[in-house]
T-cell receptor, first 113, second 114 residues
């Protein structure tokens, strides 16, 4: 079946450190999206990727669309306390006659002072 | 603020009951998506409506139904509630008919079934 694997499941890092997380898919994607969810809130879109090999930045965040089109990476540089939250990757899987966003299981990030 | 509004924010109800969750999409967005987020299942796609018509269905139970009204707001109806239906329910919206593009999420409704 269709699978979207996200790792690591959780990370504990010191403030100021860089962070890297990734997602792999069992299918080829034409879109990769990265979201962040704060406690009690809805997911917020961070970065959208639409082309294999694409590297896109949003402040201290950088995401890449893997050239195999089956993976994506999110890097956070110089982490700060407000980076705490759950980071989700998402990509399109077939749902009946249409393609729908499917989300990874999330990476829980904790930033220690 | 994503521009997507969900009400209520919290809901506590008993098993066997029926509830309605409401969503107002971002201004101009024609697509509305409903997701369920539980601890053990992550974010699961339930259903998509586009301009009033059902567009795609995910793993939505038969006890659950949704609709999108002419003013584009949407409602998710959950009936014969079970303890396992306790979860966060999110609505998202986008301008596209496609289900695989950027979507903007509301703050969710936390449903607790007791």
């Amino acid at each position: 079946g269709q699978q979207l694997n996200q790792s690591p499941q959780s990370m504990f890092i010191q403030e100021g450190e860089d962070v890297s997380m990734n997602c792999t898919s069992s299918s080829i994607f034409n879109t990769w999206l990265w979201y962040k969810q704060d406690p009690g809130e809805g997911p917020v879109l961070l970065i959208a990727l639409y082309k294999a090999g694409e590297l896109t930045s949003n402040g201290r965040l950088t995401a890449q669309f893997g050239i195999t089109r089956k993976d994506s990476f999110l890097n956070i540089s110089a982490s700060i306390p407000s980076d705490v939250g759950i980071y989700f990757c998402a990509g399109p899987f077939q749902s009946g006659s249409a393609r729908q966003l499917t989300f990874g299981s999330g990476t829980q990030l904790t930033v220690l002072p | 603020d994503s521009g997507v509004t969900q009400t209520p924010k919290h809901l506590i109800t008993a098993t066997g009951q029926r509830v309605t969750l409401r969503c107002s999409p971002r201004s101009g967005d024609l697509s509305v998506y409903w997701y369920q987020q539980s601890l053990d299942q992550g974010l699961q796609f339930l259903i998509q409506y586009y301009n009033g018509e059902e567009r795609a269905k995910g793993n939505i139970l038969e006890r659950f139904s949704a609709q999108q009204f002419p003013d584009l707001h949407s409602e998710l109806n959950l009936s014969s509630l079970e303890l396992g239906d306790s979860a966060l329910y999110f609505c998202a919206s986008s301008a596209s008919i496609r289900g695989d593009t950027e979507a903007f999420f509301g703050q969710g409704t936390r449903l607790t079934v007791v």
